[in-house]
């Protein structure tokens, strides 16, 4: 980010991105902490029944995190060479929902639904953003895109063709539980996923047979994305070593 | 498909097959969004008590796509270079068992039973002759066809081996959960693919052992193929790599 | 087992062992069906209040069963060079238990207890031996034998440990549940083989927070081995494929 | 360990690690037993109701293994090179630890609280470090440090949305079952893992559709990890085989 230019402008630029001369990685490695300590406050503050003073706290705690964050949405705007372009981004528009539900609960001097200020789980959005470790995740799964598009649209059959087969074989028997076949989908998710939980459970001799084929089928389809992320990722790591490293002499000749 | 030979017969399947020289993969496409979408109504169909409106709603859109695909099945017979053997091949009779039931039931002018009517799942089978996509998931599985047999005995005599403990350790205890080695059939296939509903579980000591001995031979066994899959995915993406890109300089001499 | 050697005995073996110049893999394929029938048979024998009509075809089913079996294991110890080398190898015992326990029950003319015909179990024993396929997974295992005890001791260190800190955490809460570590064992191996069957929960703070932390560490060491078995079967198709094929062009110089 | 000066002190140092001419690995494998035994009795010594003989018996194994491992741990002092430096390193505090708490409940000769002797389970590290072999694992671990590092923060990214998700569309349905963010990280940990107990499960619609689309996108993330490991340890061991072992005739120009 750091384009040669000099210029308070550049400077802070550098510095939220990380690449300042001296600062360094100090001031995300700071916003990256401060993310992290208010997904703890939003947890704590979902608690019932706390008490006044630990509310207090977790009041004072947001408004620092808000204060913070406004600054950064503020001098990020000034710094941009295109502000309004900023603005108007994917990050920009994360950055403003983040803090906006605070101020407009704040307004009315008044708490307004809880719900507006849930919002802030936008943080988490702010704390992929910092985290460019991810970025090897995105790139195994966009190297084995393809195969993962053919395990949904199979997964997708898989789980309509459960749903139905199990609404089938148990609607008779347990009106209550399998009252559709979007009941069915239930059961296929929670079963061809092995969560199991255990709610909603065949139990006529037919859906019992049905499932038993189908969990040694389904299963193993479902199942499979993961070991091509897996693969693919390992590929990723290997191509790197080659090109940093020299290929190990028993190779060649 | 487009043989060559001029003609509305070529042009038509053409048009079906999504080859067409002008609407290219329209027709396959809208086809496609069709089934889907009367998958949908069909799962929706299944919810009680529907007002009458919405179930109004579902009639006209199941009229409409049945007349479609009435329209498709027509123009596949005629288009076809030989009619009967396309009536008679596998895809010709789940076209037709898709659209078949609806005029059975329509025929008296009443209802008959719902079941009958499920018949329509037949569409899932059209949805996955579109998705050409498929293939690769078969072309992998094929790759590794005798490791899969292999682990489908290994998994059968697992399955049973587990079935027949749990039956023998359990069935004093608890009759009427562990009535036959079935139950334990039953039983085993929940817990050996990990769902573990907890509809039945071994409470005596010898069976909770025996369990724990069993769960972790026989879930790396049963979960084994999984891995195969994936790992024979891999495989073919690689020599098509191979195929169309010149070998990495590291491996040349 | 044809040794060349003309005679009846090396006739009757090559029969039996599906060698066979004219019978070729007949006899065997005949005892494979008539082990999986049986193995039906025991597992329908299982089931409370079967009809009398019902009984007696099980019972005339396991006659014929026997007696076949009787004769096969008569031949084997005829024909076999040393017959007494035979009959005290594994297989010569398991084909002995197999067919031992229906004479002993016999003898009295009455129904002695059920356990000791549930000895019959032995028979997948028997379908075991005639399925060859299974030794190649038996030689992926042994391929990664080291890694497979390396896992089997970790498993066993992180399933006690589990026990112990759920103990631990739980048995002031859950006196009954958690009684001893050994009740913590099988909530350990429930768990960390992700069956989760749901009769034992923490429900503490700390030993949910003991939980999660386990649960992400611990299920991924429990899960390993299987990716272990399955690469090496892979590495042992691409051996075999190596070996009969000529390599790619482009893997030579 | 046997530096090539003689003397007893080195004498006992490689009698303790298994480096003795004569003794060889006789010392560290009895040692190996008598941790697994006394592993053995502290979880029979959590049984509750046990007879007044049976808990003798323990009382006494665990003095004669308490007795040994305080020779051992009085060897291994008089033996080292610099006393104190394994005095204050990680496995002589972990020596003392396992060790210590029988001597501290027996001073006053009656039982302090149990959760003071339940520390012997320090002995497990005691386990861990003669199991050598372990050594593999972490070294595949370590190999793929920087992916698992991802996923890590990956797998809290997911569970934490996971966890706000199902809370905030299930708290006003289940209010004491999620009554804050918390219990959504539990439900979260236990469905992401596959464990499903079921003691928490979303009945809302809007929960289902969240849990459904979460369990096929965060069942794979999470699961990634494991198939890293097997995929790193099935490379070091080709690397071993490859350094050992000549290239295969068919790799050679």
Known sequence: MADGRPGWRAEIRAAIEGDHARLGRLVPFVLHGLIVFSLITIALDTIPDLSDRTRDFLDAAELVVVVIF????????????????YVFSFWGIVDLLAILPYYLTLGGHFRIIRALRLV?????FKLVRYTRALDTLGRAIRSVREELIVFLIAALVVVYFCAFGVYYFENAAQP??????????????????????GDVIPITTMGRVFTILVLFVGVGIIAV?????????????REHATKTEPPPPDRLP
């Not at 406004?70 to 990020?76: D, F, K, M």
């Open 70 to 85: 406004t600054v950064e949405y503020a001098l990020r705007i000034v710094s941009a060479t295109r502000p309004l372009r």
């Open 120 to 124: 802030r789980v936008f943080w988490l």
């Open 176 to 197: 209550d539980k399998f009252a559709s076949i979007f009941d069915g989908i239930w059961w296929a998710a929670v079963t061809l996923t092995t969560v199991g939980y």
């Open 225 to 237: 994305p993961t070991g091509l992320i897996a693969t693919a990722l390992a590929t990723i790591r």
